[in-house]
């Protein structure tokens, strides 16, 4: 019997990273061809539909991206410097789009109305992605180690732990195998060598610019249109985090998604949502 190969165009395709890593279907997030197999699941339920093997067509699309980080008052990104839990609670809220709406309480007795993060901890809060402590406090400025900003991200991103699935060496007895087990499934994580993850080490800035990037399918920054610029000067083009710190932390711009990166079309500093 002659085999029928048809086409499936879409002018925009948002694909579940989550499907497809956890069902064994290997996704290339591109501008071009989607080869889907017999027996995975969205291959094998359009087949059945559309008959004979079935291709994918991605036509890319721009897109406009906000940054969900920011530099500090001196010019730098402080790239290795630990990511404090105020910090993460700004990082949520701009991803999220929480928009601050006022308290008439200070919701926790160690960030006060005057707190830069005032606003984006009580926003977090209220949304129920992160809560403080016992005693009534948050400890806006102690840093969030590496399991809790992958909970958080995984939280964030509305995606449940499962179980059973293959970690780190340095996770199998931890609170957080579950969550960081899922989050290397996804992609969303890698290890730091030798298959460890050292997840209650603090969470470099860098780090997670990488991670929310990689979590909201985001980055790495690449030149396209327009050249990307080095708008740090302690994050160099040749540093490992350039490109995903120029996707996170700058000013708004508009990019093209190709093959596991973004490509510049052009900075757009007039949409630059000042939040």
């Not at 990273?17 to 501008?31: I, K």
């Not at 909201?216 to 050249?227: A, N």
């Not at 700058?250 to 510049?264: F, G, N, P, Y």
Request: proline share 6%; glycine share 8%; net charge negative.
């Amino acid at each position: 019997m002659k085999k029928v190969r048809r086409t499936v165009i879409f002018g925009i395709i948002l694909l579940s990273s989550e499907l497809f890593a956890l069902s064994n279907v290997s996704m290339a997030q591109t501008s071009g061809l989607f080869d889907t197999k017999s027996g995975d699941s969205l291959g094998g339920q359009l087949e059945g539909q559309l008959g004979g093997s079935v291709e994918i067509i991605v036509q890319p699309k721009s897109e406009v991206h906000q940054p969900f980080l920011v530099g500090f008052p001196d010019g730098k990104f402080h790239p290795q410097a630990p990511l404090t839990r105020a910090e993460a609670a700004a990082i949520v809220a701009r991803v999220k789009g929480l928009k601050f709406e006022g308290d008439p309480e200070k919701p926790y007795s160690d960030v006060g109305k005057k707190h830069w993060a005032y606003r984006y901890i009580t926003s977090v809060t209220k949304a129920g992605y992160m809560q403080g402590y016992k005693d009534g406090t948050f400890h806006p400025n102690e840093p969030i180690s590496r399991a809790e900003l992958v909970t958080l991200v995984l939280k964030v991103r509305g995606i449940e732990p499962l179980p059973n699935l293959t970690g780190f060496s340095d996770t199998s007895d931890h609170w957080a195998k579950d969550v960081i087990a899922t989050a290397k499934s996804l992609g969303i994580v890698d290890g730091v060598g030798n298959n460890s993850f050292l997840p209650d080490d603090d969470t470099e800035r860098q780090v997670a610019s990488k991670l929310f990037c990689m979590a909201f399918f985001r980055g790495p920054l690449k030149d396209g249109e327009t050249p990307v610029k080095q708008h740090f000067p302690d994050v160099k083009p040749e540093d490992w985090s350039f490109h995903w710190v120029e996707e996170a932390a700058v000013v708004a711009h508009e990019s093209i998604r190709t093959v596991a990166e973004e490509r510049l079309v052009k900075y757009r500093p007039d949409l630059t949502e000042n939040y």
